[in-house]
């Protein structure tokens, strides 16, 4: 018997096969397609998944402005950030969030089901959130997937 056939394979940066996917969310809520698309970032779906590599496709999010949170959480949602200085703690609800920046609170959802460390910020820079239909990544030939057969 081959010893050699029951060796895990491990990715690196050199191995690891990175494609473009294409999201439509219009109409989908925001928690569950959050973590779809950090899984899919995270590259959890791939065989040779390796937690401490890069080894997750490049996700580019459509229509952002179209996402839907349910129950009362546009309204009473909050997002807290603080400026640094002694009383600086600011918050916003969701529906003020959404309209500063129809993007942001798709950014915000997958960002914290990232990992908090130099590899969850490379993750993130895999992801592209555009408002409506339109994308600049055309030349990369993303693949479509729908995430209603992933529910």
Not at 55 to 60: A, L, Y
Not at 79 to 86: F, K, L, N, V, W
Request: aromatic letters at 6%.
């Amino acid at each position: 018997m081959n010893r050699l056939s029951y060796k895990t394979a491990s990715a690196n940066s050199k191995t690891v096969d990175k494609k473009w996917l294409s999201i439509d969310i219009a109409g989908i809520p925001l928690g569950r397609t959050a973590s779809i698309i950090s899984s899919l970032l995270r590259g959890k779906h791939k065989t040779n998944y390796t937690p401490h590599v890069d080894c997750g496709d490049n996700v580019i999010v459509l229509n952002a402005e179209k996402v839907v949170l349910t129950g009362q959480k546009w309204s009473q949602k909050q997002y807290i950030r603080h400026t640094g200085y002694p009383g600086g703690q600011k918050s916003l609800s969701a529906n003020q969030v959404h309209k500063k920046n129809n993007t942001r609170l798709v950014e915000k959802a997958v960002k914290g089901m990232l990992p908090k460390n130099k590899l969850g910020a490379n993750l993130f820079r895999n992801l592209r959130v555009y408002p409506g239909n339109e994308h600049q990544q055309d030349s990369q030939n993303p693949t479509k997937i729908n995430l209603k057969d992933l529910l």
